[in-house]
């Protein structure tokens, strides 16, 4: 897989429209059972995201995803910075420049390893562990672009009927069950976006 | 934001909302006045109900102690940004830095008397989660 500096630009861009594009329904889930800032968070931290490009679409494919990390850190404000940054951060340190797919196999086991140990969190606990882990099953087991896509998107509604054990949801008890964790909604748009691109 | 310049181990508070974050900081200082380092931070970039990592090490810094810092947090997001805010410390203060498992408010007061008395930071962080276990 290589990705031009035009390809690496395109992607910042998908990743952050399916951010922005998507605040008003992450808002709304996170209404329904956390405290509602999820799709606003997510929307500061991809806006401040593509405020550093064009530059950081300059950078080689590690580096730039080790940016978005520190960037969605320091400004997304909820526990979804430190997560989501995290898992970019991780990713941009394990991927070599140039990476084929076995790269991005044990690159996104070690960024999974890494949000666990951030969240102290397992999937099954409605959190987007629960998208992350079953798309790198996917990702390892070698399938597609749309395979991964498609389980990102199944993955999400298999949180629905999930009991929140970790995050703002686990204080609702079994209220949480029957809402779509929204962490999990982010993590499989992002996921959609980045596969648009890469396929 | 406000500080002393006691060698005695510091501490921050960190909640979603500033005015809570100030007001027991207020608290602290009218248990112990200036005898410890002390700083708050709460809210997102945008001033919105949230915590931000940037806010977080800079109550660190303001609250620097060679003795150490403990950190008083309140909901999910306050501990991952604080741990994260840890993580980013240079090497040889990332290891006086340490969160309390301790309701914000009252876990505050309490390490602060802890502090204010010359304790260690292992005994301070070890009054504040003691007292309400």
């Keep these: 897989m290589s990705l031009d500096r035009a390809a690496r630009e395109k992607l910042v861009r998908a990743l952050a429209e399916s951010m922005i594009g998507h605040a008003d329904e992450l808002t709304s889930l996170d209404q329904a059972i956390g405290d509602g800032d999820h799709g606003l968070n997510m929307k500061r931290g991809f806006e401040a995201v593509l405020a550093t490009l064009p530059g950081l679409a300059d950078k080689s494919l590690p580096e730039m995803l080790k940016a978005i990390g520190m960037t969605l850190v320091m400004k997304v404000g909820g526990a979804s910075g430190p997560l989501v940054g995290t898992f970019f951060m991780e990713l941009g340190k394990a991927l070599p420049e140039q990476p084929v797919r076995a790269d991005l196999v044990t690159a996104t086991e070690k960024a999974i390893n890494a949000v666990k140990a951030r969240g102290r969190s397992e999937a099954g606990q409605k959190t987007l562990l629960d998208v992350l882990v079953p798309v790198q099953i996917v990702l390892a087991g070698g399938g597609d672009a749309r395979a991964i896509a498609a389980e990102a998107a199944q993955a999400a509604d298999r949180t629905t009927p999930m009991l929140a054990i970790r995050g703002r949801a686990s204080f609702l008890g079994e209220r949480s069950i029957g809402h779509m964790d929204p962490g999990s909604r982010s993590a499989s748009l992002l996921i959609g976006a980045a596969v648009a691109i890469l396929e | ?133």
Excluded at chain 2, 10 to 39: C, F, T, W, Y
Excluded at chain 2, 90 to 119: H, K, L
């Design chain 2, 1 to 133: 934001m406000s500080n002393s310049n006691s060698a005695n181990v510091g501490i921050v508070i960190v909640s979603h909302s500033p005015k809570i974050a100030e007001g027991a900081a207020d608290m602290v200082r009218q248990m112990v006045g200036n005898a410890v380092p002390l700083a708050w931070t709460g809210g997102d970039i945008d001033g919105g109900l949230g915590t931000n990592v940037a806010g977080i090490l800079e109550a660190i810094e303001s609250a620097w102690s060679p003795a150490g810092v403990v950190i008083l947090v309140d909901l999910g997001g306050a501990e991952t940004n604080s741990e994260m805010a840890v993580e980013m410390l240079p090497e040889d203060r990332r290891a006086r830095v340490v969160i309390c498992n301790a309701p914000v408010v009252e876990g505050a007061v309490i390490a602060a008397t802890e502090s204010s008395g010359g304790s260690l930071l292992a005994a301070v962080k070890r009054s504040a989660e003691e007292f309400y276990a």
